[in-house]
């Protein structure tokens, strides 16, 4: 199967966990699009939700023209299950999200959620977090001044390279809340929740793309089907 094929088939066993009446968080990203498609093709087969609490302004944009109803994470009143991929699934469903730039939106909502299910393709499980660039969303203002503290804080974890301002067409990519996105090549990430904490301490840092003691579980696509890990 390929990678696509594998984030298809997760999509689609992660929309099977959805029953009547409930309220999803719907994640970001292509494997969480296959599980909106997934859960609207169950729709029109006469499944019921109250709403879907989309996690980006894409997210958004894709229920909306496939008839998903919508709530905002304030308008929901609870979220019952949120389903959202991830850019690495480490030890104990410990991940790194954020490739879309999303991930703010992501952490309020999943960790409003009763239950946070990851759906993935198989390349994304590793040893040990940090070969993806570890996403971290600043305020603009100021934001070369932030990035230097956030290197010092890297430093300290024996990270020496400077994360990176991510940029798309020659122009800062800009997060659905405005802010800016700094991706850090930690190659490995030997004590998530210390970086974790360490990053949130510094001012101008809006969050990271770490999601620590979130996850549920992972429906993750296979050569041979969808494997269900727990933490
Ligand atoms: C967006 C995310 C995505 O879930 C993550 O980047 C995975 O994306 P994809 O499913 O396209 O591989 O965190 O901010």
Not at 15 to 37: D, N, Q
Not at 38 to 46: I, T, V, Y
Not at 93 to 104: E, F, M, P, T
Not at 109 to 133: M, P, Q, Y
């Amino acid at each position: 199967m390929s990678a696509d094929d594998q984030k298809k088939a997760a999509g689609e066993a992660a929309a099977a966990l959805v029953e009547t009446g409930m309220v999803v968080g719907l994640g970001t990203g292509s494997t969480a699009a296959w599980f909106v498609r997934a859960l609207s093709a169950r729709m029109k087969d006469g499944l019921t939700i109250t709403a879907g609490v989309p996690t980006s302004e894409s997210t958004a944009a894709l229920a909306r023209e496939l008839g998903i109803p919508l709530q905002t994470l304030d308008e929901a009143r609870r979220i019952d299950l949120t389903v959202d991929g991830a850019d690495e699934i480490g030890p104990g469903l410990s991940l790194i999200k954020g490739g879309g730039a999303a991930l703010l939106r992501e952490k309020l909502v999943w960790e409003a959620s009763n239950r946070c299910v990851c759906i993935a393709d198989a390349a994304k499980l590793v040893e040990t977090l940090g070969k993806f660039h570890l996403p971290i969303e600043v305020v603009a203002f100021g934001h070369r001044k932030t990035a230097n503290r956030i290197l010092d804080v890297l430093m300290d974890h024996d990270i020496e390279m400077p994360a990176r301002l991510r940029q798309k067409d020659g122009a800062p990519v800009l997060t659905d809340g405005g802010n800016l996105i700094y991706d850090a090549n930690c190659v490995a990430i030997h004590n998530p929740a210390q970086l974790a904490d360490d990053l949130k301490r510094v001012t101008g840092v809006v969050d990271h793309g770490l999601f620590l003691d979130l996850c549920d579980e992972a429906l993750v696509g296979s050569e041979s089907g969808v494997d269900r890990i727990l933490p």
